[in-house]
């Protein structure tokens, strides 16, 4: 086995033991209050267009780019210099957060922007740290001719049954799953089956409900509250469906 095979293999164990013994959550609560107001810091300066102000809530070396990986640009002085830009050409400005999801560091907005006279609805993905944005990741709403909720609430039921077969049929062949942003930790039918098949023989009070969920377009956002061999933990899966299978699956936990 070459090197990385196992690097690949150590990371999915490694994903699979934080599934069946997470950690725990006392601290989560705090960190998250604080990732919300740090995220709510940038949200009213946007809206009166005050870009001092509104650039303070980033950190010096953000990262701004399109999920999950097209990095747009990096650092606030370039932040600033994009927004002065998107300010002087466009005089109606607006931005209503419409839902929102948080897990430690992690906040994930659902909003409802307004530009001129036409609005549009998309999500961002804010991580937090040292009382700023660290990064900024857009995810633009999409057209798509099917209901991508409907095959993920069939893969929430399968796995609460710990029905393997029918679990494994909720994906495509090629399925692909990530460790937020971009690392790959499983692919494949294969891969889905030997890792899901064995914890869920191995974990008999397994169950997932949905804490809280966004849709757009093909893809749908889900918090887990999640319970494993007695233990509760919260995790976000990112699903994205194409012919009403699911395609890929980014986990953040």
Partial sequence: MNSLAIKLVLSVLLFLLLLVFPQPNTANSSKEKQAKDIVQKHIKPFNNRNLDEFAKAFDVRVLVSRFPNDTMYLGRNKLKENYARFFQKNKKLNVKVLNRITLKDMVIDEELG??????????????TENGGIKSMIFINNAKTTSNPESIVNKQLKT??????????????????????????????????????????KKTPDL??????????????????????????????????VKNDKILKVTFIQ
């Fill in 207 to 240: 169950n997932a409900q949905i804490a809280n969920r966004m849709v757009l377009g093909n893809k749908v956002i889900d918090k887990e509250k999640v319970t494993a061999n007695g233990n509760v933990f919260y995790a976000i899966a990112i699903y994205e």
């Fill in 114 to 127: 307004t530009i001129n006279h036409s609005t549009n609805r998309h999500v961002t993905i804010y991580k």
């Fill in 159 to 200: 796995y609460n049954d710990r029905d393997i077969d029918a679990f494994v049929d909720t994906y495509s062949n090629d399925i692909k799953l990530y460790k937020f942003p971009d690392k790959l930790i499983s692919e494949g039918h294969d891969a889905i089956r030997k890792q899901y098949g064995s914890m869920f």
